[in-house]
């Protein structure tokens, strides 16, 4: 009897049935963060992803354009998804803030992470570069502070400010974020791997020698 026949039967049966739980919806953001309308469709599909379907964003980014990454944070934290950020090469700059404002998290071995200030270009005359540069300073804080709280200490966000470069792997993330949860009070459960994704209503970190991982519900 082939696999066709016996899916059939089970569905077929009058004490069984099957249900669709959702979709798994893979984003892959790899190389450099370009500009915005160049991810129109993802940023679409992101957004109107339902409560049961899961956005697994896979990331091998140097990072890029600062817009286009605070789309992707507004679209992320408007999906009724679970929202999942696969670090899997490099994830630098722009890339750590939207491997930070997922719901979930993973973490390849030998993943290098780099945390930096913006860079930017000024023109124009002398007062108008004078405005552009402080208002640009206040807006980089703000953003800077919000998305790397309880991640980075207060001494760490202040050199990133002073445009200090901060370099770690994937080790230390995945401590980072452990010592977060820890931080904010959620209840850390343990469970094996699997190849599958799954939402989590609660905290989960697991760890293989392949690979790490570490859930929590939570919306930036």
Same mark, same amino acid.
């Given at each position: 009897?082939?696999n066709?026949q ?5 569905n077929?049966?009058?004490n069984f049935? $099957?249900k669709? %739980?959702?979709?798994l919806?893979? $984003?892959y953001?790899?190389?450099?963060i370009t500009?915005?309308e160049?991810?129109l469709?993802?940023?679409d599909?992101?957004r @109107? ?5 899961i956005v697994?964003i @896979?990331? @091998?980014?140097?990072?890029g354009?600062?817009f286009?990454?605070? !789309?992707?944070l ?16 490099c ?8 491997f930070?404002?997922?719901?979930n998290?993973e973490?390849?071995?030998?993943? %290098?992470?780099?945390?930096h200030?913006?860079?930017?270009i000024s023109?124009?005359?002398g007062?108008?570069?004078y405005?552009q540069l402080i208002?640009?300073?206040?807006w980089s804080?703000?953003?800077i502070?919000k998305?790397y709280? @309880?991640?980075?200490t207060?001494d760490e966000?202040?050199s990133?400010?002073n445009n200090k470069d ?6 230390e993330v995945m ?5 977060k ?5 959620m209840n850390?459960?343990t469970?094996p791997?699997?190849?599958d994704?799954?939402? !989590? ?5 697991? !760890? ?13």
């Open positions: 009897m082939n066709k016996d899916i059939s039967i089970i077929h049966s009058s049935n $099957v669709p %739980l959702g979709n919806i893979t $984003v953001l790899v190389g450099e500009s915005a160049n991810y469709d993802c940023f599909i992101i @109107n992803a339902s409560d049961d379907d697994k @896979n990331i @091998n980014s140097p990072g354009d600062l286009t990454t605070i !789309q992707f507004r679209a992320m934290s408007e999906t009724r998804a679970t929202t999942v950020a696969s670090a899997e090469g994830c630098m700059s722009a890339a750590t803030m939207i930070l404002s997922a719901d998290y973490i390849s071995d030998h993943c %290098l992470f780099m945390v200030n913006y860079s930017g023109f124009g005359k007062g108008e570069m405005d208002n640009e300073r206040k804080e703000k953003i502070q998305i709280e @309880n991640f980075l207060e966000i202040k990133v400010l901060l370099w770690m792997e994937g080790e401590n980072r974020l452990k010592a949860i820890e931080k904010l009070g850390a459960v469970a791997v699997t190849e994704v799954k939402p !989590q209503k609660k905290t989960r970190t697991t !760890q293989t020698s392949k690979s790490a991982k570490i859930t929590t519900k939570k919306k930036v």
